[in-house]
């Protein structure tokens, strides 16, 4: 017991800096998922300890105000709002947040300008950002961001080619020596106490954490969604598969079904028609962007887990069963707290062979 108390200490020291930025004990930010990432799911995150973001996705500015304040009516704890730079309206978006108190702004989909960046900061939220490289992280680190997140390719949904573990070896490392005081989020393929650990260890301010959270008891996720993901193994999340180098296909990662079969399928039949002349460039583009169109919310919301898209990482694996929030974080709190004590034990066991 007194080891395990030993490991809770120190957890709490490796996290203070992202639970400090964050307002919240446990440094744990929910990962935005379209569709899932609302306000029941993030007002019970925010409520267990972590810290909850809504996915805002293409939700108009209206709707998102509509959201921020339903996620207030369930949780008086700190949240924050992801946003996509690549919004035609985000622009107002940042300003709703703004009129809502929103603290904490993510974000994501691309690299922010400055000007936008300069627009959440004016507005009064700390920003957070994804840094994909340590180019872009110090990048972003220069342009003003309050902290910034580190996304591999093992989580789900768009994912880069980088893993989270490289990405980490790179990017904290020197970080931690040239601006020591900025948080830096780890995210992808966690799913366990003991990565979290090893990354606190590593430098890392937190986690985030997506694949996780989607079958908790307050998630609104659909219960044949949450069927797949209860029977997934990491195998199973796998990248979408791009056929020819001249049709651009971002990898989206995610748990194999019929449409993954049928996607693939649909990119030889079209890109044949093109070669053949039957389709102009664009209009074979266009099929192919399109396939996945309200596929994500056909399979989270509707549960059609067939044609639908079924968005994972790779942690997928550690999903066995539906449960509250508070238990999920409590599981990830207490796995961490063992990881830390265990490596206290080892440390003081070798520092007395040695003595």
């Known amino acids: 017991m007194a080891d395990l108390a030993q490991g809770r200490e120190r957890l709490n020291r490796l996290w203070q800096n992202g639970t400090e930025f964050l307002g919240c004990p446990f440094a744990v930010l929910g990962g935005a998922m379209t569709w899932v990432s609302e306000r ?31 996620t207030k009516a369930g949780t008086d704890k700190p949240f924050g709002v992801n946003l996509i730079v690549m919004h035609p309206e985000l622009d107002a978006l940042i300003d709703v947040c703004s009129e809502h108190q929103v603290g904490h702004i993510v974000l994501a989909g691309g690299l922010p300008s400055k000007s936008v960046m300069a627009r959440v ?107 797949a993901f209860i029977r ?66 056909r399979a989270a919301i509707d549960g059609d887990v067939e044609t639908g898209s079924l968005m994972a990482g790779q942690s997928v694996g550690f999903v066995e069963k539906e449960q509250p929030v508070a238990h999920i974080i409590g599981e990830l709190v207490e796995q961490a707290c063992s990881a830390l004590s265990r490596s206290i034990t080892r440390t003081t066991s070798l520092d007395e062979a040695v003595a």
């Open 40 to 70: 029941h799911l993030v007002a019970a995150i925010s409520n267990a300890g972590g810290f909850g973001v809504l996915a805002c996705g293409a939700m108009t500015p209206d709707l998102l105000a509509a959201e921020i304040v339903g």
């Open 121 to 227: 900061k004016d507005g009064g939220a700390k920003l957070l950002a994804f840094a994909p490289s340590l180019g872009v992280a110090r990048k972003l680190s220069r342009a003003g961001a309050d902290a910034l997140i580190i996304e591999g390719m093992e989580a789900g949904g768009h994912i880069g080619p980088v893993a989270t573990s490289v990405l980490a070896q790179e990017i904290l490392p020197y970080m931690s020596e040239h601006t020591p005081d900025l948080p830096i989020f780890i995210a992808g393929g966690i799913g366990h106490g003991e990565a979290i650990a090893a990354y606190l260890s590593m430098g890392a301010a937190g986690i985030q954490m997506g694949t996780r959270f989607v079958c908790a008891s307050e998630s609104v996720a659909h219960p044949n969604f949450k069927k």
């Open 232 to 297: 997934g193994h990491a195998r199973d999340a796998t990248p979408s598969v791009q056929i020819d180098p001249e049709f651009k296909v971002i990898p989206v990662r995610a748990l194999a079904n019929q449409a993954t079969k049928a996607f693939t399928q649909t990119q030889i039949d079209v890109i044949d028609r093109y070669r053949k002349g039957d389709l102009s460039f664009d209009e074979a583009s266009l099929a192919i962007e399109h396939f996945w169109a309200g596929a994500l919310k």
